[in-house]
């Protein structure tokens, strides 16, 4: 037996015991815990009482965890400035020219995939999803032309960056309003309605359509970036 | 129905994470690596975190494969003149 | 009695789902998985979606919608990796006959 | 209803293994889209079975957004130079 098989099969035996301790640990979490004094209870409590929202995951990070969120946004951006400094003389597109077939598809698809990603954001505080999630679906809709047209699409960078920066400075603003008007950042200044509508966030639903858009942007001018790669 | 489910995933995503250390071509090795998320998609979903297995599958499918992708072929060209 | 007929359908949609899943195994080359695949795999999840807006009429909606984009997404993937499959390696064929061949892609 | 799911698994699972099992790329890349289309229908009926709708938005999103991986796989098969 040679020494690739063996640590194969050490690698494996590895696993598995990995695998039976996290069931068994499933299984005897639910015992250990004392029943009332866990974080998880107390969020859902508070969430209950002080805002109207369905999904209590989204009202932790956008309303109990706002500066999170804008700091893992800020982290983003700064990622993102570096791909651009690192890939900025890129002119040709990797993946060759462009596709009738896949032309033909993303005009009928790209609508609704943008679509799809609008109704994840808006409706981020009742179902599972949020901004950063509807982002990326628009982003991924882009990627898809990106593929179709080749060297024949771009989108206007200007746009772009006007969008990314005035979505920063739209967060960045809801905070210090809420720090101003409240009493902490991201408070809630606005009225809230009947839990399980549309409109019954608040604040949140504000906070969560400008991460959307700027993560929509930040993540097109990523894979643009990427695709259209420096020439080897 | 639902614990059957959760071993069988967890089986089956230790397959692919052995999968995709083991294999020669990094082609393989990315493809096994996108077949482990769609599995722990499965996966986070049994365990009802439908957030996160959102984000995951969002992720891995569009703008984390175009990341790979874009790797593979810069490594790969470059390799063979 | 609408709910035994979803029922009937989503089974014969997951049978259609096994056979391509079976058809992987007994195809020869890669064009021909696809063959086995694509088409019975589109079929089957038609099947389903329908079968399950016979037993839960509430949801309709978003099955519908949720056919309509595997209808619509399903072919194009397969269709280019078709494409790129041929150009890459050709495909099995007994007596050698290749009429790709002649048209331009 | 658990003889319909079982079925469904049954098909995950041989996808899975000629997934694995594969020598060529091109054929992982066909298993891998099988795959993806086999759990939206794996997704649906456990949103039938569990009287939830959230299981619905994924399957959306393997739906709409999962062709896209397959597409870039397919693209990379042509734009590389190395001949496996």
């Not at chain 1, 020219?97 to 943008?114: E, K, R």
């Not at chain 2, 393989?28 to 482990?36: A, D, E, K, P």
Request: aromatic residues 8%; proline residues 3%; contains cysteine.
């Amino acid at each position: 037996m040679n020494l690739k098989r063996t640590l194969a099969l050490s690698h494996l035996l590895t696993g598995l015991l990995v695998s039976v301790m996290i069931i068994a640990l499933l299984g005897t979490l639910r015992l250990l815990t004392p029943p009332i004094d866990t974080i998880g209870e107390t969020l859902l409590h508070i969430n209950a009482q002080s805002t109207q929202v369905a999904n209590a995951v989204t009202s932790v990070v956008t309303y109990f965890r706002g500066l999170d969120t804008l700091g893992e946004v800020s982290i983003l951006f700064l990622s993102i400035f570096g791909v651009a400094l690192h890939m900025q003389h890129s002119t040709r597109n990797l993946f060759g020219a462009h596709d009738t077939l896949l032309q033909i598809g993303a005009q009928v698809l790209f609508p609704l995939i943008v679509l799809f990603g609008v109704y994840i954001i808006t409706h981020g505080h009742l179902s599972p999803g949020g901004g950063f999630q509807g982002g990326v679906i628009i982003a991924s809709a882009f990627v898809l032309r990106f593929l179709a047209y080749g060297d024949h699409y771009e989108p206007s960078a200007r746009l772009l960056t006007l969008s990314e920066s005035l979505s920063g400075a739209g967060l960045v603003l809801l905070g210090v309003l809420g720090l101003l008007l409240g009493d902490r950042i991201f408070a809630q200044i606005l009225s809230l309605g009947t839990m399980g509508t549309l409109l019954s966030g608040g604040v949140i639903e504000l906070v969560y359509l400008f991460v959307g858009l700027k993560v929509a942007a930040e993540m097109t001018l990523l894979s643009q970036h990427f695709i259209k790669a420096r020439d080897v | 129905m639902i614990p059957f489910l959760i071993i069988a995933t967890l089986l089956s995503l230790l397959a692919a994470a052995v999968m995709a250390i083991y294999s020669r071509d990094p082609a393989h090795s990315v493809l096994s690596y996108m077949g482990f998320g769609l599995g722990s998609t499965v996966l986070y979903l049994l365990f009802s975190a439908p957030d996160v297995a959102l984000t995951e599958a969002v992720i891995g499918a569009g703008v984390g494969a175009l990341v790979f992708v874009v790797a593979l072929l810069q490594t790969q060209n470059k390799e063979q003149p | 009695m609408f709910e035994r007929l979803g029922l009937v359908l989503m089974g014969i949609g997951a049978l259609f789902l096994l056979l391509s899943a079976l058809g992987l195994w007994r195809m020869p080359d890669t064009l021909s998985r696809m063959h086995a695949s694509t088409k019975a795999s589109t079929l089957g999840i038609l099947l389903v979606v329908l079968g399950a807006v016979c037993h839960t009429p509430e949801l309709w909606f978003k099955l519908g919608l949720l056919g309509l984009f595997v209808l619509l997404t399903n072919p194009l993937s397969a269709s280019i990796l078709g494409h790129s499959s041929y150009r890459k390696e050709g495909f099995y064929s007994p007596d050698h006959i290749d009429a790709l061949k002649e048209e331009s892609l | 209803m658990n003889w319909i799911i079982l079925c469904v698994c049954a098909a995950l699972l041989a996808a899975f293994v000629h997934f694995l099992y594969t020598p060529k790329l091109s054929d992982r890349i066909v298993a891998f889209d099988t795959m993806g289309i086999i759990s939206i229908a794996l997704l649906v009926l456990l949103s039938l079975s569990t009287h939830s709708a959230l299981y619905l938005d994924i399957a959306f999103v393997f739906g709409l957004i999962g062709f896209i991986g397959t597409i870039l796989f397919a693209k990379y098969l042509v734009a590389r130079r190395k001949d496996v």
